[in-house]
């Protein structure tokens, strides 16, 4: 049986009044890359939210390293293996690069220390031309860059990807495939958002897509690129 990383069954995930998720299942096992598609409002980041920890499924089950992670704290979700970058990112623009990336650097937990300070910076060379500077006066796809590798410098088994290209010039872009191509040849499972489903299903294994909180379709991005219909109706592409 497959090394299974993350196993949410049944979730259903509401903001007050408003029914998000309608019962999803979700899984992520070791080594696998996964896109996670669907129009905007649809429940993408809500179900990467709910398996973080960030927003509290009302029923079903979400299990991490084989270990209920309901009702725990995002911290413990993270201790387990899951390094999570959210939509609009998270970097301390206090601090500088060099600050920002030292401070996330821990084992992973098998005690993995593959990326380490001096790997980040072989990946982001981008990022090694601006160590001294504070994390605000990064452009939006140096700080794209620095999320990323501050969670790489976390060693986890797995690296989930909000919005992983959103709002960033087309070069770039590409800068932040080759790094997804780049952690999948390394081992890590990723989970990754983005509307660019060309570049997604080039750098996936399976897609999931979302429709108003269920999942609708799940399959390899061979056949989902081999199947337009399917990405006309779900994705309007
Ligand atoms: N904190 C919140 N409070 C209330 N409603 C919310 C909240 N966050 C999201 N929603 C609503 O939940 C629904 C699902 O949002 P979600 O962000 O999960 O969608 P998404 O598929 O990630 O889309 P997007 O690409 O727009 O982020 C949307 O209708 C959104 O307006």
Redesign the pocket.
């Known amino acids: 049986m497959a090394d299974r990383l993350i196993s949410a069954r049944g979730l259903q995930t509401y ?2 009044a ?1 029914h ?2 309608r019962g999803v299942d979700f899984h992520v096992d070791r080594g696998e890359t996964i896109g996670l598609m ?12 709910s398996l973080m920890g960030l ?1 509290r499924p009302r029923a079903g089950t979400v299990e991490v390293m084989g270990r209920a992670t309901v009702g725990r704290p995002s911290y413990e979700v993270a201790q387990l293996g899951v390094a999570y970058v959210p ?1 609009g990112r998270g970097i301390f623009g206090n601090l500088s690069v060099k600050e920002n990336l030292v401070m996330a650097a821990r084992p992973g937990t098998r005690g993995q220390r593959d990326w380490t300070y001096e790997r980040v910076l072989e990946t982001f060379p981008r990022l090694r031309e601006r160590l001294g500077h504070g994390g605000q006066q990064l452009s939006g796809g140096e700080q794209q860059m620095l999320t990323i590798g501050r969670a790489l410098m976390t060693n986890p088994d797995v690296l989930i990807l ?2 992983a290209t ?1 709002g960033l010039a087309p070069l770039i872009a590409r800068e932040i495939w080759r790094i997804c191509a780049l952690v999948r040849e390394s081992g890590i499972s990723s989970v990754i ?1 983005d ?1 660019a489903w060309r570049h997604v299903t080039q750098v996936t294994d399976r897609n999931v897509i ?1 429709v108003k ?1 269920e999942v609708v379709y799940e399959g390899s991005s061979a056949e989902l690129r081999a199947r337009p219909e399917l990405l006309e109706q779900h994705l309007g592409v």
């Open positions: 903001y007050g408003s998000i998720l669907g129009r905007n409002g649809m429940g993408k980041s809500t179900l990467l939210k927003v939509e909000d919005e959103e958002v509307k979302l909180g």
